[in-house]
């Protein structure tokens, strides 16, 4: 019995149709399992073990030094207790010079888990005296284990090099290269000054019972002492901006490849109505010889099933190897130690496979069994009943539960689900209008155009197939196109738009006493009047003389602002680049506030709005008189927050400065950095490259995924060419009939493919263009030019897409006779 079923099986693959259909449910697999395996991942890196995630039971994390109070009760209770400090500054090996993220640890670090170190030493933390320098580090400074680097004032002995830091975490400076040292030598060194961004923490550890107690004691201290930058991490919450921005990119990544499937989906629907066409006689012939109902059921039953299973393993299989493929892409952008992957994303894919099915291929597929023993003697009685409106809900309710399962989030499902729907019918009602008046501009051209107005005619009486081709190619190419736009012409046309001289090195926590020797080290370099910036830190603490909080803002972005400290500036000069767009500038010495209109957006202030801020022990409050916009791409100094020189100038400051270093001073970098080494100096041209890295990386990602997509359209194609066959072959058997040509016929079927292929591209190509400017004006506020580019791009990967998936029926109806065209259809 078994294996007259495997026997049955093998028999029905040999059917082209299902065939494609297989390909269509493999390739939703493969798209939707590779974002799994990675997810699951990423995830269980979290859930395996948080305690290493936090080198702790349990962390306090603060933008200022923590209160003694708060290691004073760690002591009390009998708690382990470690501390560590991160900030930025600059690492100097010989003449090389790196920002680097400095971390400065004590002894007792970590409390969990452990660090691996390549050195030949066994301490557990960097000895006094020298540090750990993670492998990217090593390579910016070109060094070695022994050599000596230089961290403010002191000299100190590369003694490791740092593999694996599991606490390290996805803030901005945790991108930067890692120099690790011990806490004991951090005051030697003298680079905390006034106006250093430093994160202090305090790591805990101990029974789970004092943890408890301990979180509760903490919690109580922050509420009743209104205390900010101030919070707590456990292990439910560990590391919580790289779970948000995993959790965000799993979501992301997921509705991408939620985008072939769905695309892959109208395939499968197709592959089965033409493979339950071809089969209606087979069930007939079976109920003939005595087949019940309930038999053909079990045999169709059978079909699916081991159509779920064979494209969920095979799916499952190419997924994970694509997920393998997106790990090497990422590479440093995520944590280089995950745990191996779990059996949850096989079964995840099996569950894709038979939802899949389901939704689109069960309601034809069952129709089979409703074939009446008619059929054989009178094909017009005994019609195949595919309810083309059951097939449709079942399709709209399998995508709007993929489409939820993938968001995770009500609101985002539906905004989801109205976008893609917006799109597709856009696309399909712009195909329609275009095929009319295609065929309405050709309809009286002369014989020349035959085959085209033919091709036309045809496409006219298929309209639906025709329509849901160039749909689903140009929604697949326009994502594309968008990916390949956003790349190579909108991040480039951004860079250019910066002007040549545009500063190129940011210097950061200078000192008063600092800014005559530095401005005429500058000068020496022929940097001439280089403009210095007061930088004064403050908290936001009130509005309108309410006090705020973060819990008094839902948009994150909000939230983070208003928990930070601002930098604050002061001058009577409205800066360069600076343009007012609601009040007036700051004038005379009263107190008031200018600040930017992206920010007073985020926290909801507008002008006349009273704000308090709290700097150095004091309370200062000032009126909101002006709102400006900032010019980003001029690359020098701007602030969120100025006020008039007479509230800031007495208050504990530093200075910033913005300047352009030309090719031929390579050692500034160096000369300052070992003259002054409180300073901090970014050299915004390897923060560019690193940012073009990053987003290079992503958007192969993309690419790679929305390959999948096109893919898909291509099976798409496919399937509708296939459908249309019977229909095809009788035109074509007529037309050899009354003489035409192998040539002709060609014509024609090439004439039918760049229809199609010419139509999607031009509608993906404008939609792409058109959503590129709309980023470029909206966002980046820069202007988009390449709207001939992707058209041409558009329209040519429409054409190969279309000639890749006609090729072999355009060679079949040419080759084949009258009689065999009227045999096949």
Not at 71 to 78: D, G, T
Not at 335 to 352: E, H, I, Q, R
Not at 611 to 623: K, S, Y
Request: hydrophobic share 50%.
């Amino acid at each position: 019995m078994l294996a007259s079923f495997f026997q049955g099986i093998r028999r029905d693959f040999r059917s082209s149709e299902l065939v494609a259909l297989l390909f269509a449910l493999t390739l939703s697999v493969a798209a939707l399992s590779s974002v799994s395996f990675l997810a699951d991942r990423m995830q269980r890196a979290f859930s395996l073990d948080a305690r290493q995630l936090l080198a702790a039971d349990l962390l306090l994390v603060a933008d200022q030094l923590l209160p003694e109070r708060f290691i004073q009760e760690a002591k009390e209770r009998q708690l382990s207790f470690a501390q560590t400090v991160v900030f930025p500054s600059m690492a100097t090996v010989g003449s090389q010079s790196k920002l680097a993220s400095l971390k400065a640890v004590s002894s007792a670090y970590p409390l969990r888990g452990s660090l691996k170190v390549s050195s030949a030493l066994s301490d557990l933390t960097p000895s006094t005296g020298s540090v750990w320098v993670d492998p990217a580090m090593l390579n910016a400074l070109r060094a070695t284990v022994g050599d000596q680097v230089l961290l403010g004032d002191k000299t100190f002995v590369i003694s490791g090099v740092l593999e694996r830091e599991l606490d390290r975490g996805a803030g901005f400076m945790n991108f930067a290269p890692r120099v690790m040292m011990s806490l004991d030598d951090l005051s030697s060194t003298g680079l905390i000054g006034l106006g250093s961004r430093v994160t202090y923490r305090l790591l805990l550890a101990g029974d789970d019972r004092a943890i408890s107690g301990y979180e509760k004691w903490a919690m109580q201290q922050i509420r009743s002492d209104g205390v900010r930058g101030l919070r707590i991490e456990t292990l439910e919450n560990a590391q919580p901006t790289m779970r948000k921005t995993l959790d965000r990119a799993e979501r992301f990544l997921s509705l991408v490849a939620l985008l072939t499937a769905m695309v892959a989906a109208v395939a499968i629907a197709l592959s089965a109505r033409r493979y339950v066409l071809k089969q209606a006689d087979v069930c007939a012939v079976m109920k003939c010889l005595g087949a019940s109902q309930k038999t053909i059921l079990i045999n169709q039953v059978k079909l699916l099933t081991s159509l779920g299973l064979l494209a969920a393993l095979i799916g499952a299989v190419v997924g994970y190897g694509v997920q393998e493929v997106l790990m090497r892409i990422l590479g440093s952008l995520v944590m280089a130690d995950l745990p191996a992957v779990s059996l949850w994303p096989m079964v995840w894919s099996m569950l894709f496979s038979f939802f899949l099915l389901a939704g689109f291929a069960g309601p034809p597929l069952l129709s089979l069994v409703m074939i009446s023993p008619v059929r054989l003697i009178r094909k017009e009685l005994g019609l195949v009943n595919i309810k083309v409106i059951w097939v449709a809900l079942l399709g709209l309710i399998t995508c709007l539960s993929l489409i939820a399962l993938a968001a995770r989030d009500l609101k985002l499902a539906f905004w989801v689900a109205t976008s893609f729907g917006l799109a597709i019918a856009l696309f399909a009602t712009l195909s329609w209008l275009s095929l009319r008046l295609l065929r309405f501009l050709f309809s009286k051209q002369g014989s020349q155009s035959f085959a085209l107005r033919f091709a036309l005619t045809a496409q006219a009486r298929r309209a639906g197939f025709a329509v849901m081709q160039i749909t689903a190619l140009g929604v697949a190419l326009m994502a594309l196109l968008l990916i390949l736009l956003l790349r190579q012409d909108l991040l480039a046309t951004w860079q250019g738009n910066i002007p040549m001289d545009a500063p190129n090195r940011f210097m950061i926590n200078i000192q008063e006493d600092q800014k005559r020797d530095i401005s005429q080290s500058l000068a020496d370099a022929g940097i001439e009047n280089p403009s210095f910036s007061p930088m004064v830190r403050a908290r936001l603490i009130e509005v309108n003389g309410k006090s705020i909080g973060p819990n008094d803002y839902v948009d994150e972005n909000a939230r983070r602002l208003v928990d930070r400290e601002f930098n604050l500036s002061y001058t009577d000069q409205l800066p360069e680049g600076n343009r007012i767009t609601a009040g007036k500038w700051i004038a005379g010495s009263a107190p008031q506030v200018s600040i930017e209109m992206g920010i007073a957006k985020t926290l909801k202030l507008k002008l006349g709005d009273q704000m308090t801020f709290e700097l150095a022990g004091e309370r200062v409050t000032a009126p909101i008189t002006s709102l400006r916009k900032l010019d980003w791409s001029s690359m020098k100094v701007n602030f969120f927050v100025i006020m008039p020189p007479a509230m800031l100038e007495n208050m504990p400051q530093s200075w910033i400065t913005s300047y352009y270093q030309g090719a031929g001073v390579e050692g500034l970098d160096y000369q300052l950095a070992q003259t002054y080494p409180n300073l901090t100096i970014v050299d915004v041209a390897t923060s560019l490259r690193q940012i073009q890295d990053v987003l290079d990386r992503l958007s192969s990602v993309l690419g790679l995924l929305f390959t999948f997509t096109i893919a898909a359209a291509v099976l798409v194609l496919v399937a509708a060419i296939a459908a249309t066959q019977d229909e095809r072959f009788r035109s074509a058997a007529l037309l050899k009939a009354v003489g035409a040509s192998r040539h002709l016929l060609g014509k024609i079927a090439l004439a039918e493919l760049l229809v199609i292929g010419v139509l999607a591209g031009t509608l993906a190509g404008l939609a792409a263009a058109m959503a590129a400017w709309a980023l470029g004006h909206f966002v980046l506020e820069i202007e988009f030019r390449a709207f001939a580019q992707s058209l041409v791009m558009g329209i040519a990967f429409g054409i190969s897409a279309c000639l890749l998936a006609g090729y072999r029926f355009q060679r079949k109806i040419q080759t084949a006779t009258a009689m065999e065209c009227l045999r096949e259809s």
